[in-house]
């Protein structure tokens, strides 16, 4: 992503949600950066709650909660220290069993839709990034911002840096320097509009200008034809001209998108930028 693009990262909450699934090896480990970050929280008067996962339906009933109290002004900020397969889904460790990303990002949409695209999500799980998989730019973004590895991340850096991003966040209130000093090594970011961004561009890339688009406007032309246009000149003319604008990528383009996968937020993004991000 352009460096040029300057996304709004402002974002609220009330209440961090510490949601955990691990086997008896790994909890050791677990506790002691929870209460590295559970003192930062508490020297703040911020709250910050641990909520162990032992089945399939405790993940699933704990979302149904958030969206509920979402509604009614809860501002969560989620952790999921939990192992992820980047096939299966998010591992509970107590029963075994996988939840698979595809549920889990719809009742991350749910969420985030309740809180008014304002949901951070840090995805310590191994694989985390897999929820981007199950983005639909014509539904709600899952998340507004997102942090997670791609791969399996060593405990010692999650001791070491977890607490250090948590402290710098509560400091400075800015997730962008606290992820760029502690956590960018390790873990990937992806805010909304970024990921809007992304999505736009590739389907500019490959319908909106070019070669791909000149193809685009010959099959468009071709039903034009086939459905009863006379063939003139005159007609061939004025019919590459009106597909030629009607294809051309413009900031409407770009609103109609960001509307129903942004929801209440307003999208910053220009139309420019995008175009200067498919050049560069």
């Known amino acids: 992503m352009s460096q040029r693009m300057q996304l709004n990262t402002t974002f609220s909450y009330n209440q961090i949600f510490w949601i955990r699934s691990l086997s008896e090896k790994d909890v050791g480990l677990s506790n002691r950066i929870f209460e590295d970050v559970f003192s930062a929280f508490s020297s703040k008067n911020r709250n910050i709650t641990l909520i162990e996962i032992n089945s399939r339906k405790d993940l699933t009933d704990l979302l149904d909660d958030l969206i509920y109290e979402s509604r009614f002004g809860l501002k969560p900020f989620l952790h999921l220290d939990m192992h992820g397969d980047k096939d299966k889904g998010l591992h509970i460790a107590k029963t075994n069993e996988f939840v698979a990303w595809s549920l889990i990002s719809n009742k991350l949409r749910s969420v985030n839709s309740a809180t008014g695209n304002n949901l951070c999500i840090i995805g310590a799980a191994c694989y985390g990034l897999t929820l981007l998989k199950h983005v639909d730019l014509k539904a709600h973004t899952p998340f507004y911002i997102l942090l997670a590895p791609e791969k399996k991340v060593q405990a010692g850096f999650l ?26 090594s390790r873990f990937n970011y992806f805010h909304s509009e970024k990921v809007l961004a992304i999505h736009l561009a590739n389907y500019i890339k490959l319908g909106c200008i070019g070669k791909p688009a000149a ?21 061939l003319q004025s019919a590459r001209k009106h597909l030629k604008a009607g294809l051309k990528p413009n900031q409407e383009l770009l609103e109609r998108y960001a509307a129903p996968f942004l929801g209440n937020r307003t999208c910053t993004l220009k139309i420019n930028e995008l175009l200067e991000l498919l050049e560069n």
């Open 215 to 235: 193809e685009r406007r010959e099959r468009l032309l071709t039903e034009m034809l086939s459905e009863g246009m006379e063939y003139t000149k005159e007609n």
């Open 159 to 184: 001791e070491d840096k977890l607490p250090k991003f948590y402290g710098e966040l509560l400091s400075s209130g800015v997730i962008d320097e606290a992820y760029e000093q502690h956590l960018a």
